[in-house]
Structures are given as structure tokens and as C-alpha cells.
């Protein structure tokens, strides 16, 4: 009997590959700063992590035109401060380039803009080891819906069912259980253990080099 397709990985972009925390803490308070002289905590900020920038900013105005103003304020600051503030999480490439030679195909699933995606992928050299990329205009609806998962699977021509999904934050892990892949909850990011108990995650990894004995694992229980 021939062995199992290696498993299709898919991955959750900031806060699990690239650490842009700082990034995009910095460009909220900027952006909040900027148009309402006043800050939220920052807690208020990372709960919605995961979803798309406009989402996150209409929770905090019913205005369509300022949220609109504000979410081109923060992406331009962003843009600014990249490549000052972004950098891959320490043993994310080396544990991917080990996942891409034992012939795994990836995806990232991001909320983030696809070109914005690109460029973070690009700039902390991890690019190579990504397959195909579903960025926010990529989906009409985003994590925690499932679309995006289901968009990538659909490109990588896997079943949900030879699929796992990497994600720090509850709606990674809520999009990818209503994809029905499997899900792994990323704890290095910035979600507490509790915040991703809470979405029911399949497995929690507590730092990426748990992840390829993991991936083995599950491979071989297939």
C-alpha cells in the first residue's frame, strides 16, 4: 500500500509566521491617535486580530467614511514602518524549508491585503516555502468563515480531510474547523491559551519547532 500524500499545510500569516505585532500595534495607536485622539487598549485591538482592517475598525465607529479614512491612515503607516518593524519568528524559516523537503504543500490565509501578504513573505525570506496565498480580496467572506480556507484548499487541489491549518489567533481555529481541517492552535502569537481553548483547536503547538513531529504524526496515523 502506497504511503499517504504528504499533508497540506496551511498557515495563518501575522502573529504565526511573521512577527508584525509591533507592526500592528503601532500602526492602531498611530491611526487612533491620528483620528479621534484617544486610544483603546491595545487587548481591544488584538481580539479581533485574524479579521479583515475595515471589520476591526467598524467596531469602534459606525461612521463608514472615518473607518474608511482610518484604515488608509493605518495601511499607509504600516507601509512606512514594515520593513523597520517585521521580521519571520526565530525558527519559522528553518522549520519550513524541513516541512517543504519532505514535500508538503502550503498556503498562507491571511485577512491581510494579498500585496501586503506578498511583501511580508518577501521580506523575511519565507516566500520560497509558500505555495499559494489567499489574501482579504481573494474571498467575499472572511475567518472565522471558512471561505479562505476552502479558497486554498481548492488551489492546492487538497481535500479538507489531508489538511491542517496553523493559526495564533480564535478565528484561524474557527475557520478552520468549519473548513474541517484539521487545526492547530499556534501559541506563540498573541492570543492567550485560554483565548484559543476556547475556539477548540485540534491540537496546540507551543512553539513552531513542535510542529514537524506533529505534522509526522499525523501523517502517519492516516
Sequence with gaps: ??????????????????????????????????????????????????????TQLREFTNDDTLARAMTATYRAYQLEHHDELMRAYA?????????????H?????????????????????????????????DSRRHKPDPEPVLLALEALARPASEALFVGDSPHDVAAGNAAGVITVAAEWGPFSRADLE???????????????PLVSRLSSGR
Design 105 to 137: 504543500r502550503t498556503a498562507v490565509v491571511t485577512s491581510k491585503m494579498h500585496d501586503l501578504a506578498e511583501r511580508a513573505l518577501v521580506f523575511t525570506g519565507l516566500r520560497p516555502a509558500i505555495d499559494v496565498i489567499i489574501g482579504m480580496e
Design 198 to 212: 476556547a475556539a477548540n483547536p485540534t491540537h496546540f503547538a507551543p512553539h513552531i519547532g513542535t510542529l514537524p
Design 1 to 54: 500500500m502506497a504511503d499517504p500524500r504528504p499533508l497540506a499545510l496551511l498557515f495563518d500569516l501575522d502573529g504565526t509566521l511573521v512577527d508584525s505585532i509591533q507592526l500592528i500595534l503601532e500602526s492602531f495607536r498611530h491611526t487612533f491617535q491620528t483620528h479621534l485622539g484617544d486610544v483603546p487598549r491595545d487587548e481591544q485591538w488584538i481580539a479581533g486580530l485574524g479579521t479583515p482592517l475595515f
Design 91 to 103: 525558527g519559522v524559516p528553518e522549520v519550513m524549508a524541513a516541512l517543504r523537503a519532505r514535500g
